[in-house]
């Protein structure tokens, strides 16, 4: 059996362990765009505020390949899949293949504005980003950050860190509208705003000025800031440039089944670039994070190699930490005004305690919370399992709450 | 390889098992020493009040494959294969909480630890008492339980008892063995006082 996987992010190499666990002696070529040994991108924005070395981002050994013999061919982008002939081409090789993963992960959405070729202004997506951000932190003062996602939201955090002056322009209200409610959204903004952060709302920016170097940014409003590093934080899109949507069916990402595979038998898809139902919003969905790249690739590696498994489906979730606030969020946290939907809140301010929690009937669907959040996995189970609940709701809003509360005994109830 | 089984219904709450883990995970490894350390031990074995405040010990389960280990940014939860544990690096845990959002029976706190470097916030959870099984003991939560909540034996074992019990159960002429009286009053005094606090709820929410 000759497997390809396309991309050496974490979907991709978790697939190759997987495959390799199973099929000790299958060929396995893995294609990556990136040649530095597989490595931990979500940890970057640490390598960025300084709480890490770039050392600590591997998260293989070096002789990650070699120990598990895989042939990788790194340095270049795959331009096209030949699903007559598999076979997938890269860097002007072709490569056969029987079984093929595309794992390609995402790449970030670009701007518009005019000048954003000038120096200092980058995206923070790869090792490579950061390193260059870093080279130009050397004498900057004054940062700009577009965007207030989660990728904004760490570049902001990570420069406030290095003592910079930070602004951040959005379009919501609040920073991580996609991730936390607004209640919750409020509480990051009013700790980056005490932490010197600037928050400009419902404004963008249109061009940028520098001899080389961005030196000034010009804002829809008329206005100018001066800056002299920008990072761009406008959310990511699947990579999927180079995949005939004539014969593999995609959407926002690549359309898989719950084993992963596409449309075309053989083909599989895993990690940012896929697209399947999300377990809390029961609608086809792409979720962009780790922890689902990483189960996505244990599923795709199996059925690749010949086990039947299925995923029962993704769910968006994160937990973040930034200084005196924990914030953790999972499925639907901004339900629609809707019959078919009931929140529950619990908000202490003074303790910097919230929590809410999203129902559907006896479902939870949603989950958000400030400090506290050491439970917080018991309520992302209970919306992964779908599990009907058996305890009154309101026993998992409670801050007592631990896995013997949701135990139902009906020995003592 | 025998592990920790937990039998909830003969838990009775009294948390025992909690100082004598923070003990055993302390540096001076005695009672009266260890609550005068800095950092302060901690106990990685947690009982929670169930909804009519019966106990519940909870602890890692040490599952495989593991959510937590799956979920790890920088890799530093990893399977002792001898002692078939899932054990956390003090060292790589860049103390990031994913492993809070993977397990779902939250049993990994976030604290300074004597094994962790000084000063280090990092995911603390349940080593099976690995450093006194290899000195011939058994876990320190185990060792202390008097209700028999917590036993170490051979995983097999216990569920080959469990089956057994079940098909007694379903036998003619079957009884069920039941729990020590004890159990059945206890838990019908905190039944009753949940209920009475319905009735008359207290002034202040929670």
New interface residues.
């Given amino acids: 059996m000759r497997y390809v996987i396309i991309g050496n992010g974490v979907a991709g190499i978790t697939t190759a362990e997987t495959i390799r666990q199973y099929d000790p002696k299958g060929g396995i070529t893995l294609i990556g765009d990136e040649s530095a040994a597989p490595y931990c991108r979500p940890m970057i924005s640490l390598v960025l505020e300084g709480a890490i070395t770039p050392e600590k981002l591997p998260i293989r050994g070096s002789r990650f390949y070699d120990d598990l013999n895989i042939q990788a061919v790194l340095g270049n982008r795959v331009t096209d899949i030949d699903v007559e002939k598999r076979t997938v081409a890269v860097g002007g090789s072709s490569y056969g293949f029987d079984r093929l993963l595309i794992a390609t992960g995402a790449d970030p959405r670009p701007i518009k504005a005019e000048g954003a070729a000038l120096g200092n202004i980058s995206y923070m997506r790869n090792q490579d980003h950061v390193q260059t951000m870093l080279a130009g932190l050397r004498d900057a003062r004054r940062a700009l950050v577009l965007g207030g996602g989660l990728v904004g939201f760490k570049a902001a955090y990570g420069l406030l860190r290095r003592g910079l002056a930070v602004t951040m322009l959005i379009r919501s209200g609040y920073p991580l509208s996609m991730q936390v409610d607004e209640e919750a959204g409020m509480m990051i903004r009013d700790e980056l705003v005490r932490h010197g952060l600037d928050v400009r709302v419902d404004i963008e920016a249109i061009a940028f000025e520098g001899n080389g170097r961005v030196r000034t940014a010009h804002l829809s409003d008329g206005s100018r800031l001066p800056c002299d590093i920008v990072v761009i934080g406008k959310g990511v899109l699947p990579a999927l440039a180079f995949v005939p949507r004539d014969r593999i069916r995609t959407d926002l990402g690549i359309v898989v089944d719950g084993r992963m595979e596409t449309s075309v038998a053989g083909i599989f898809a895993a990690g940012d670039v896929a697209e399947y139902v999300d377990i809390a919003r029961n609608t086809p969905w792409v979720n962009a994070i780790w922890p689902e790249a990483v189960n996505q690739g244990r599923i795709a590696g199996l059925n690749m190699a010949g086990r039947r498994v299925t995923y029962p489906g993704s769910l968006s979730r994160n937990v973040i930490r930034i200084f005196d606030l924990d914030i953790m969020a999972g499925g639907v946290v901004d339900p629609p005004q809707d019959a078919l939907y009931r929140t529950l809140v619990f908000n202490n301010a003074n303790k910097k305690l919230y929590r809410k929690l999203v129902f559907q009937g006896d479902h939870l669907v949603g989950m958000v919370m400030v400090n506290g959040i050491e439970q917080g996995g018991l309520l992302l189970a209970a919306i992964q399992s779908r599990a009907q609940l058996k305890v009154p709701r309101e026993t998992l809003l409670e801050p007592g709450l631990n896995y013997g509360r949701l135990l139902w005994r009906p020995a003592i109830a | 390889m025998k592990q920790v089984v937990i039998h909830?219904?003969r838990c009775v709450g009294c948390m025992q098992c909690m100082p004598a883990c923070a003990t055993a995970h302390s540096r001076t490894g005695q009672l009266f020493t260890a609550i005068m350390e800095t950092p302060r031990p901690h106990s990685r074995v947690?009982v929670?009040?169930?909804?009519?405040g019966?106990?519940?010990p909870?602890r890692c389960r040490h599952c495989d494959?593991a959510p937590c280990q799956?979920?790890c940014?920088?890799?530093a939860i990893f399977r002792d294969s001898q002692f078939d544990t899932v054990l956390i690096d003090p060292d790589?845990c860049?103390?990031?909480?994913?492993?809070?959002?993977?397990?779902?029976?939250?049993?990994?706190?976030?604290h300074a630890d004597t094994f962790a470097p000084p000063g280090k916030t990092v995911a603390v959870k349940c080593d099976n008492c690995i450093v006194r099984q290899e000195q011939g003991q058994i876990p320190a939560c185990v060792e202390v339980c008097k209700s028999g909540a917590l036993t170490f034996e051979e995983p097999a074992a216990a569920l080959k008892r469990k089956t057994d019990a079940v098909a007694r159960s379903i036998s003619v002429g079957a009884t069920i063995e039941p729990l020590p009286p004890g159990f059945g009053l206890l838990?019908a005094i905190?039944?009753v006082q949940v209920e009475l606090r319905q009735a008359r709820p207290p002034a202040a929410g929670?």
């Fill in positions: 909830p219904e947690h929670g009040a169930g909804l009519i019966e106990g519940f909870n494959p799956l979920a940014l920088p890799g790589k860049i103390n990031c909480a994913s492993c809070a959002m993977a397990c779902p029976f939250g049993v990994i706190r976030y838990n905190k039944k929670f």
